[in-house]
């Protein structure tokens, strides 16, 4: 009887090794599947997934795992899809995630066509969630669930909130049910080369964590000086550019009013940021677009829970669909609700969907 084909995105870290690792020893036949996109930067501290280092890390562990390895150039989706959006949302100011993106376009569209296209059934990924399927009764289709992963800490479902139903048929997360210690310890077992690896930084695009110089070298606009006002327009002092700044921060304003400011507003329109009070941060509601949902989209009003970021602890709201927008009322003001950011929807374990946080009201 022939194996099931599954290929596996293969970062060069030890969490896509051991997926890969899991699914050779549950009897699959696995192909090993990185993303390149022609960057690396030597002198950062933390290594990237999807550099030169991480194509030959995958390497190393496809040949201990006597597997196939393919190397996909990546370098133009990412720009169209990732780095171009990061700029120009930066430009409005809005902070994007540039996360839900490469896993929207790049992993689980362009990626799992390739992976089926070489006759894999499954793509598989390192990925810290789990997905589940409801029973097939008579005619109806299966339904597939995206849920957190056993790993609280590491639970990545935040970040695939966009995955629909046929992508789900076709997807498997291996780790689901794993602790990151207990991943570590299996790389160990199987004798990895990725074992110790440290964790990788988290836009790999980026040379190091300072996004603005990123920013600075390929701005054309929302890099000039404007005002910072208070909540009462009382003039502050002059930021550097919007795109430099981002909701609810509190250090380098360069300004003093006597007690901490941290952003309430950025007007790109104005090119003004407004600072305030920690309390003025704090908002209850704000509209979704883009607004996505795993299964069925909501009818009209339900209560569930929602991420506004990826560390961000769950708060209580009510979810309202109204003239095709979306509109999420917090039972209680959460710090900086960031447009840019995803809003993620969860009833218990399981992501209902989300949406990119647009407008945010008081």
Do not use: W
């Amino acid at each position: 009887m022939r194996k099931e084909r599954v290929a596996v995105a293969m970062s060069g870290g030890v969490d896509s090794s051991v997926a890969a690792a899991l699914l050779v020893k549950h009897g699959y036949e696995v192909i090993g599947m990185t993303m390149c996109f022609s960057i690396d930067f030597p002198e950062r501290k933390k290594p990237a997934c999807c550099g030169i280092s991480g194509i030959e890390d995958a390497r190393r562990v496809c040949h201990k795992l006597g597997i196939r390895h393919y190397v996909v150039n990546m370098r133009k989706p990412l720009q169209e899809f990732v780095i171009d959006n990061f700029i120009n949302e930066y430009k409005l100011g809005r902070t994007p995630n540039p996360c839900v993106r490469c896993n929207q376009h790049l992993k689980f569209d362009i990626l799992l066509k390739k992976a089926l296209s070489l006759g894999a059934k499954f793509l598989a990924t390192g990925h810290y969630a789990r997905i589940s399927r409801a029973p097939v009764t008579g005619r109806r289709s299966p339904v597939y669930f995206l849920k957190k992963a056993k790993d609280k800490h590491k639970d990545q479902s935040y970040f695939l909130y966009r995955l629909n139903q046929r992508q789900l048929r076709h997807i498997i997360f291996p780790l689901g049910n794993y602790t990151k210690q207990q991943v570590r310890q299996l790389a160990r077992g199987f004798g990895l080369a990725t074992a110790e690896k440290p964790a990788s930084q988290e836009i790999c695009f980026l040379a190091d964590t300072d996004y603005r110089k990123f920013l600075k070298e390929r701005l054309d606009s929302g890099h000039r000086p404007g005002m910072i006002l208070d909540t009462r327009g009382n003039i502050l002092g002059e930021h550097k550019g919007i795109a430099y700044y981002t909701i609810g921060q509190r250090e380098g304003l360069g300004v003093a009013a006597g007690y901490p400011l941290y952003i309430t507003n950025i007007d790109a329109k104005e090119n003004s940021i407004v600072a305030g009070r920690k309390d003025e941060a704090e908002k209850k509601e704000f509209i979704v677009h883009d607004a996505h949902f795993v299964g069925s989209s909501i009818k009209k009003r339900v209560a569930l829970k929602v991420r506004i970021r990826y560390n961000h602890r769950e708060a209580a709201a009510y979810i309202l669909k109204s003239k095709g927008k979306i509109k999420i009322s917090l039972k209680q003001p959460q710090f900086a609700v960031t447009p840019g950011q995803s809003a993620v929807f969860y009833d218990k374990e399981t992501v209902v969907g989300g949406g990119i946080i647009d407008r945010v009201f008081s």
